[in-house]
């Protein structure tokens, strides 16, 4: 079939890989030099809806993704739909799941998913006190900004001094702009995290494979949070049952709180979810598949992800997918600096890469003939290997064949 994909980043190059290794007929606005390779690329921006529809409407493809949570959360998927394309994204309305923490909270209270107890401000004064009255009952709070922040709006604060720093950044400094305006305290929990990808089409329901990421940019989990430095699959920690304990507590239920609303999603459900005494724990949700898990989900899957995602985008029952048996460890390439201010417009070299090695493109762009550096996460080394093990010591020799000034990676994925 005939796919158009919207988006530029290691994400929408993943997807346009399997979708390109599956024979079908692919086509991306944006993209990169990476998905150059495996798509019809044309450069018309993200938010310049009429020029993506013009060309949409030209193409004329059976199936439309958008990747990102910007435009979703903007409505590009109703704009498609509205058009009569079969758009795998959730509307607007199910897109604030993602858009606004402070909705999110509330649909899961409402649904009654375990999530962290929780409540939401606007008035930087009332925020410091309910912080103030939480230290004092010796429940340490997270200060979340309620809008999309990029990966920059959870704090997880140690002390109160930092939770009401935090609360005078977002309300009253307003450094996170308008996705601080509104922000969310959460009692601190413990445990550990996993994502589950779960493909939904209306009240169905199939979850991927299970990734683990990396969330902090140095080894051993220190230092500042970025939007991912890695992922492997498949994590053993997290068994069949507890995908299935996590879709019935989790996942369905907030669908159906969504449906009584007159919500329909169609999309994939991305949730958050923090293990803890047992319990999973709803984090958050996101509304698009995730960056840099993707990378590593989609070289697990056999056959059959297009038409599953096709089904979903038409609200039909979902045809399974075959999970293979290779585990995949997936390392990010950043540039220097990031996640602060980063170096860009470094000449980057790419020498041939062993079989089962995969270069997915994100911060690269073409300056006359020269691959550059342009985003903060360049490029991913994702590998494939009989067991962990292997795809570890295949990423990591892959990255040897990847080289720019300035570049850094976590030498820790996968162990
Ligand atoms: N209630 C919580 N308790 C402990 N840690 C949390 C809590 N909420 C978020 N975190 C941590 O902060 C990270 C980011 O929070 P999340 O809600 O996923 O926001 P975002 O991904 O939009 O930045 C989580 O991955 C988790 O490590
Ligand atoms: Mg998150």
Known sequence: MKICVIGSGGREHALCWKFDQEGHDVFCAPGNPGIAEVAKVVQHAVHDRKAILDWANEVKPDLVVVGPEDPL????ADMFRENGFAVFGPGQAAARLEGSKAFSKDMMKRAGIPTAKYQSFSDPVAARDYASAEFAAGRPVVVKASGAALGKGAIVCDSLEEAHASIDSMLVAMELGEAGRTIVLEERLEGKEFSLLTLVSGSEILSLPVAQDYKRIGDGDEGANTGGMGTFSPVDWVSADLVRETEEAVVRPILSSLADLDIDYRGVLFSGVMLSDGVPYCLEYNVRFGDPETQSVVRRLGDGFADALLACARGEAI??????????????????????????????????????????????????????????????VSATGLDGEDARAKAYAGIGAVRFEGMQYRKDIGL
């Open 319 to 380: 045809p399974a997918i075959e999970v293979l048996s290779e585990a995949v460890c997936t390392v990010v390439i950043a540039s220097g600096g990031y996640p602060g201010e980063y170096e860009k417009g470094h000449a980057i070299e790419i020498r041939e890469v062993m079989d089962g090695v995969e270069i997915f493109h994100a911060g690269t762009r073409m300056s006359g003939e020269e691959l550059t550096t342009i985003g903060g996460r360049v490029v991913a």
């Open 73 to 76: 959360i903007a409505g590009m």
